[in-house]
């Protein structure tokens, strides 16, 4: 039998190779498919125009930087056999495959309480059982019960290629250059010890500009202050629909998935039971359905349909001290005065405030260990000199207030 083999052109790394029959198999599965029809970004093309990847972009993108990291541990005679490659391999390729629309933004919207690694953990179990147990050792290194930890660690981790490869996507499609990190060389400073994930001494710099990349994406991209208000215009719309529905109004979404997600919830307890309906929605789905609503009779939902269509979104302020209540009543006051709504209704869907946050590096959850010639590993806040300082591990929160322009 000819040995399969393909390539995928991918604008970042260039050529993609698979050569693993049953990885083909998992590409070409309709759940895996489904990935297509998901951005990476949410609504982060709102600001950056570039930022229109996909949710399979960045799965493949990931897989290749895996099978980079797992030939760089073989070449330094870390023991990795052929079934726990391919399962490291398969395990970051469906590490993302649970995720709804719009990914994070209507996480816990849609289906609240269930996050997407759970759908993906399920997803990986359907697939076992369709090619026949062949997953088994995916699903040990995906739910950290695999004896080799360092597998894990690859897959989900401080370091792992999920946060390599994201980081490097989005600063390429947004063009911010604040985002790029040195990839390759942190893969090629990458070492097992003792069992974990370490990184070599020579790559302390490149660690250190990963962090602090990944702490800039945060401020700059995926915490802008439009993508917030685009996001929590979404958030506000869905939950509007919802109220509409519990009120017994008329509303129907534009595909049946959608329609019944919203109006059953009680069917997408079980998500395994739901799995396969889960798995036909997408993004089109929730935009048509917007499309549909910007005509809605309710004024609220109508006009917060028509304003994220026309990119009329919320204004955003952030800053590192809670929002004084007077600006938040003065601006209830006003828009509701501007829209003709109630203080209630105004301050529920067009004058909120909220908080973001993000942490640099938080030794607590797991560390960054690097590895010294003499054989002496330190926690990479713990290196002399180094930039990653206990200061940086610390949360830093932003306060904002999102409102109707006026």
């Not at 929002?323 to 209704?345: F, H, S, W, Y």
């Amino acid at each position: 039998m000819a040995a399969v083999r393909k390539i995928i052109n991918d604008p970042v790394y260039g050529f993609i190779t698979i050569d693993e029959p049953l990885i083909l198999q998992i590409i070409s599965h309709p759940y895996y498919q489904r990935l297509r029809n998901i951005h990476q970004m949410a609504f982060a093309h709102l600001v950056y125009p570039g930022a229109v990847h996909s949710r399979l972009h960045h799965s493949l993108g990931a897989y290749h930087l895996m099978c980079n990291a797992l030939s760089e541990l073989k070449s330094k005679g870390i023991e990795i056999s052929h079934d726990e490659e391919l399962g490291a391999k398969i395990a970051i390729l469906l590490h993302d495959a649970g995720h709804g629309p719009f990914s994070h933004t209507l996480e816990q919207e849609l289906i609240p309480g269930v996050h997407h690694e759970q759908i993906s953990f399920l997803i990986m179990q359907v697939l076992n059982a369709e090619f026949n147990g062949q997953l088994d050792t995916a699903l040990a290194i995906f739910t950290n019960n695999h004896p080799k930890r360092f597998l894990h660690q690859l897959v989900s981790g401080q370091l792992d290629v999920d946060r390599m490869d994201y980081l490097n996507r989005d600063s390429f499609f947004t063009g911010v250059a604040e985002g790029v990190i040195g990839y390759d060389r942190i893969i090629k400073m990458l070492t097992v010890k003792d069992g974990e994930l370490m990184v070599e001494e020579k790559g302390i710099y490149s660690i250190e500009k990963f962090l602090v990349s990944r702490r800039l994406m945060y401020w700059q991209v995926y915490l802008h202050k439009t993508v917030l208000g685009a996001e929590m215009m979404l958030v506000k719309i869905i939950r509007r629909a919802k109220e509409l529905i519990r009120k017994g109004e008329g509303l129907h979404a534009a595909s049946k998935v959608l329609d019944n997600m919203l109006k059953n919830p009680q069917d997408y307890q079980n998500m395994s039971d739901a799995l396969q309906i889960f798995c036909r929605l997408d993004d089109h789905d929730v935009l048509a359905t917007i499309k549909n609503w910007s005509w809605h009779p309710d004024k609220i939902l109508r006009l917060l349909c028509r304003s994220l269509i026309d990119r009329h979104l919320y204004k955003v302020k952030l800053q590192a001290e809670p929002i004084n209540p007077a600006l938040t009543n003065q601006k209830v006051q006003e828009v509701a005065a501007l829209l003709e709504l109630n203080e209630e209704e105004t301050a529920e869907y067009f004058v909120f405030t909220g908080e973001a946050s993000n942490t640099t590096y938080n030794p607590a959850d797991e560390r960054i260990n690097i590895l010294f010639k003499d054989g002496t590993i330190k926690d990479i806040s713990q290196v002399d000199n180094a930039l990653i300082q206990h200061n940086l591990s610390s949360t830093v929160k932003k306060y904002y207030i999102c409102y109707w322009r006026i």
